[in-house]
């Protein structure tokens, strides 16, 4: 077993230190905690890290065909949520969701067109986001 910073057995324990401080809330949740160098993608190229600054969009999504917006595991959304939601009615009329990270309201989107009687309350802190998902 290679070791790492979840190994719980003492036979794979690694002996080295971490070579900075840990701060308070991972060593009060995980005590024994340690940096241990991986031997997993070493080679993989990272950019080096840059504090500040921000990123701008230089054109609206909404404009893209699509949004450009592909939503994740939707079906499987559909699939976990949808006997709670059609409890009542088949149209899951009388049924509230919250989706407390709209985004661009792919997720929404296709929980609105499978159930039409759902009443869908979307959530998010980027206001372009709620525009995109509100052009929906």
Known sequence: MTPSAT???PAVQPTVGASWSLPEPTLAYFPDARFAISVR???APAEPHRSGGSAVATQDPAD???HGHVPVLADRCLEVLGPALTHHAADATGAVLL???LG???HAERFLQEFPGLRLIGLDRDPAALTIAGRR
């Open 41 to 43: 993608d070493l080679g």
């Open 64 to 66: 893209a065909p699509g």
């Open 7 to 9: 190994s719980s057995e």
């Open 104 to 106: 661009a309201g792919g």
């Open 99 to 101: 989706d407390a990270t």
